[in-house]
């Protein structure tokens, strides 16, 4: 067999590991009259279900909350950063403090 002085055929690069699917969880919730999506975590849906039960808000109510002393670029960053505000003060607070005490304190953003 004649000996080719030709260069091999590349190989194909190896194939990236695929991407796993989104975890995070759509849901509706109204703004004030308006209805909009957020997608979360299924840890920060569980925390703000948490959030709504102690403080006897409705999630349309404390997410029109949250929206009314946003800060951030978007509503779903801005519920996480109350998320973590929340839970910080309810750190630094105790079990003395109402949790709808720390809902209006953690939506102006106070926990710095």
């Known amino acids: 067999m004649p000996q080719s002085n030709a260069a091999p055929m590349p190989q194909p690069a190896p194939a990236a590991p695929a991407r796993s699917e989104s975890t995070?969880?759509?849901r509706n919730v109204k703004?004030?009259?308006r209805r909009t999506?957020?997608?979360l975590e299924p840890a920060m849906w569980q925390a703000?279900?948490?959030v709504v039960r102690q403080s006897g808000l409705?999630?349309?109510e404390l997410c029109t909350l949250i929206d009314a002393g946003r800060r951030e670029s978007s509503l779903t960053a801005s519920v996480?950063?109350?998320?973590?505000?929340?839970?910080r003060l309810a750190a630094r607070e105790g079990a003395d403090v109402p949790a709808k005490a720390l809902v209006y304190r953690a939506a102006r953003f106070e926990a710095s």
């Open 24 to 26: 995070l969880l759509s």
């Open 80 to 87: 996480r950063v109350f998320l973590l505000a929340y839970y």
């Open 48 to 50: 703000l279900d948490d």
């Open 31 to 33: 703004i004030g009259r």
């Open 58 to 60: 409705s999630i349309h």
């Open 37 to 39: 999506s957020l997608r």
